[in-house]
Nanobody, 125 residues
Framework: VQLQASGGGLVQAGDSLRLSCAAS????????LGWFRQAPGKEREFVAG????????YQTDNMKGRLTISRDNAKNTVYLQMNNLEPDDTAVYYC???????????????????WGQGTLVTVSS
């Protein structure tokens, strides 16, 4: 599975962005999908995930209120809609895929088999 992330950019606080992660090589229908991010000087952290059946998980309540992960199996693509962006959201965002990952493990980066190259989101204050 090859993953291609896109949609990042430079925005102002309060703006919205939608990140996309298109997959090729295999259908994502039976895969769990995750979005992670890595800010400068920090470790990679979990943002949001969705298992194969569509159940979602978010890292924090703050993220849950501003971010929405979704998938379009017909397009073999996963999305991360980000609203009301904050400067602390500045990071490189990565998508990842793992066949059959369970909901409780969506946040565990080491379990994912496939990773996109990352897309940079910069939020100015």
């Amino acid at each position: 599975v090859q993953l291609q992330a896109s949609g990042g950019g430079l925005v102002q606080a309060g703006d919205s962005l939608r990140l996309s992660c298109a997959a090729s090589g295999r259908t994502l229908r039976n895969y769990g999908l995750g979005w992670f991010r890595q800010a400068p000087g920090k470790e990679r952290e979990f943002v949001a995930g969705m298992n194969w059946s569509g159940s979602t998980r978010y890292q924090t309540d703050n993220m849950k209120g501003r971010l929405t992960i979704s998938r379009d199996n017909a397009k073999n693509t996963v999305y991360l809609q980000m609203n009301n962006l904050e400067p602390d959201d500045t990071a490189v965002y990565y998508c990842a895929a793992k066949q059959g990952i369970i909901w409780s493990s969506l946040g565990v980066a080491s379990l994912y088999d496939y990773w996109g190259q990352g897309t940079l989101v910069t939020v100015s204050s």
